[in-house]
């Protein structure tokens, strides 16, 4: 079986585009699709972070940025969560996913040209998704918000992109499929279908349908993209990249099949949980509750799976930095979804449900265990496709330290803020004037933390960059050394 321990040949390629190439010959590099599709996600995600550092602020003093419209808190909320959402966190995991089916099928990506062009098709598609939603055009539906027309370019481009894996698997050399490719078919099926349904594409000018069916609509869709696309993108970049930094074959290929079955299985059944506040159907909120708990299953094969392939080699986070975010990323996931099913619980849920506390849930998913992830797949992808080292370790590992304590700070304000503001929802003995002077401490700790993460991005952006135009070259790589490209 294909699998991600084998050896590496470097190719030694020039960062961004040789002196005198053409666009279009560049356009043909083998991984140049990857790397333009990581570079691409590396920008946004400075770009959109920074926005969730103006929303912060604005929590903090409301009238901050009073009287200019797109800087108001319902532009920069929605450019922010869509941004992070679709141009960082989809558009690297397609950078990653081309570099991993490409290895898994033992062949080059079917077209780097189409793959490029997706790219571009992609970014065009960001630029108008931020106009729009900062001059506030939106259907107004949580992770659903772009504008019709940009639903349909965007299925037109995941469409392309589903092409361009789907034939590189056909000729794939090696008959049996490594996890990492059935996660990502799984993604690559799914997601596309699931934007379609959820935003109801079918009725252009609204994209929802009416009423309160119209929220459980809305949240099967939402946590579709969650559990089907989210996390089974994050799961498979995770299962590339562990064996591949430690050079150790995964522990179980049963296990992660039973992972990927029942991920499929338990994660449709729980939109509701979103909703359990709600006069919505109380069998729709059991089955969502049941589906929640029994999520355990896919999350508990995965863990074990991970921390047993990790066995004998966990002192390599000390040496490789890409291994330090994914591996870091893998145990924020663990915590996400012990979290997850005790909020899925009717009683637990009406503590926290209207407060900061699902606030840093999310991030804590979509941050702290899939941004890390993918932040470390950039920092293997990058230096390995280019055969070059990562330009400067000192700053990776001070992004990683920057994220790390920024994104702790700002995960334990937002669990306390979200505590008092649950207990100041349910006793009628403080106003709610007094709960909002309760919780600001709180806000401001996270707007503080929030910007030693925003640097984190930042920094990124140039240590890619200087790593593709000036990192030290090396020679080839194999066995334990294969890391060497991501920082050993
Ligand atoms: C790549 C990193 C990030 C990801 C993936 C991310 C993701 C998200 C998501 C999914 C939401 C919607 C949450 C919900 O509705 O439950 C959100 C909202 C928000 N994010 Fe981020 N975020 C990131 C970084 C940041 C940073 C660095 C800050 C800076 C402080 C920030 C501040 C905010 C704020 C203020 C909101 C609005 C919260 C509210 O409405 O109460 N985010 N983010
Ligand atoms: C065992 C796994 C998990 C369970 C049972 C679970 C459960 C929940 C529940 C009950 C809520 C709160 C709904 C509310 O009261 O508003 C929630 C919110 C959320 N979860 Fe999870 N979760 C899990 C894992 C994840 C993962 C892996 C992700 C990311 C891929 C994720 C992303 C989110 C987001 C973004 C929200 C906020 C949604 C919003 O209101 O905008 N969760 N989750």
């Known amino acids: 079986m294909a699998s991600p321990t084998g050896s590496i040949a470097l190719p030694q390629a020039t960062g961004l585009r040789a002196r005198g190439q053409s666009l279009w010959d560049a356009w043909s590099v083998p991984h140049s699709a990857a790397r333009n599709f990581i570079y691409s996600a590396t920008f946004w995600v400075a770009l959109t972070d920074t926005m969730g550092l103006v929303t912060s602020t604005e929590f903090v003093d409301p009238d901050l940025f009073g009287g200019i419209p797109w800087m108001e808190f319902g532009r920069m909320r929605s450019m922010h969560v869509n941004g992070v959402a679709f141009l960082w966190l989809s558009m690297g995991y397609a950078g990653a996913f081309f570099y991993i089916i490409s290895k898994l099928s033992g062949r080059p990506l079917y077209s780097e040209r189409l793959g490029n062009i997706t790219m571009l098709l992609w970014n065009i598609w960001g630029v108008a998704l931020i106009l729009t939603l900062g001059a506030g055009l939106t259907q107004g539906r949580e992770y659903a918000e772009a504008i019709w027309p940009l639903d349909i370019m965007f299925l037109v481009i995941l469409g392309l992109i589903a092409f361009n894996i789907f034939m590189t698997l056909a000729s794939r050399v090696e008959p049996r499929l490594y996890v990492s490719a059935w996660y990502i078919i799984g993604a690559m099926v799914w997601f596309p279908n699931v934007y379609a349904i ?64 029942t991920l499929g299985l338990f994660y449709t059944m729980v939109g509701q949980h979103h909703l359990l506040q709600t006069p919505t159907p ?201 890391a060497d490209a991501g920082g050993l």
């Open 198 to 261: 959820g935003n109801v594409v079918w009725n252009p000018p609204y994209g929802s349908l009416q009423g309160i069916n119209d929220a459980t609509w809305n949240w099967f869709y939402g946590h579709n993209i969650l559990g089907l696309w989210f996390t089974t993108g994050g799961v498979a970049i995770a299962y590339y990249m562990i064996p591949a930094i430690t050079r150790t074959p995964v522990y179980s290929h049963l296990l992660s099949m039973v992972g990927f079955w």
């Open 282 to 482: 109380g069998w729709l909120k059991t089955v969502a509750t049941l589906g929640s708990i029994s999520l355990f299953v896919p999350v508990l094969t995965f863990i074990t799976n991970i921390f047993m392939t990790m066995r004998g080699n966990w002192q390599k986070i000390y040496e490789s930095v890409p291994l330090k975010f994914v591996v870091t990323g893998v145990i924020f996931y663990l915590i996400t979804c012990i979290q997850g099913p005790f909020q899925a619980t009717q009683g637990f849920n009406r503590l926290i449900h209207f407060t900061q506390w699902i606030i840093g849930h999310a991030h804590l998913a979509l941050l702290g265990a899939f941004t890390f992830i993918l932040m470390g797949a950039c920092y293997y992808i990058i230096p390995v496709t280019l055969g070059r080292r990562i330009y400067s370790i000192k700053l990776a590992e001070a992004q990683f330290w920057l994220m790390t304590l920024g994104f702790l700070g700002f995960f334990i304000s937002l669990q306390i803020a979200g505590l008092i503001q649950g207990a100041c929802w349910m006793t009628t003995n403080h106003s709610v004037y007094w709960c909002l002077t309760a919780i600001r401490p709180y806000l401001i700790a996270r707007s503080v933390s929030g910007a030693l993460m925003v640097s984190g991005g930042w920094i990124q952006i140039y240590n890619l960059y200087k790593t593709a135009t000036a990192g030290q070259y090396i020679s080839s790589v194999s066995g334990p050394a294969a």
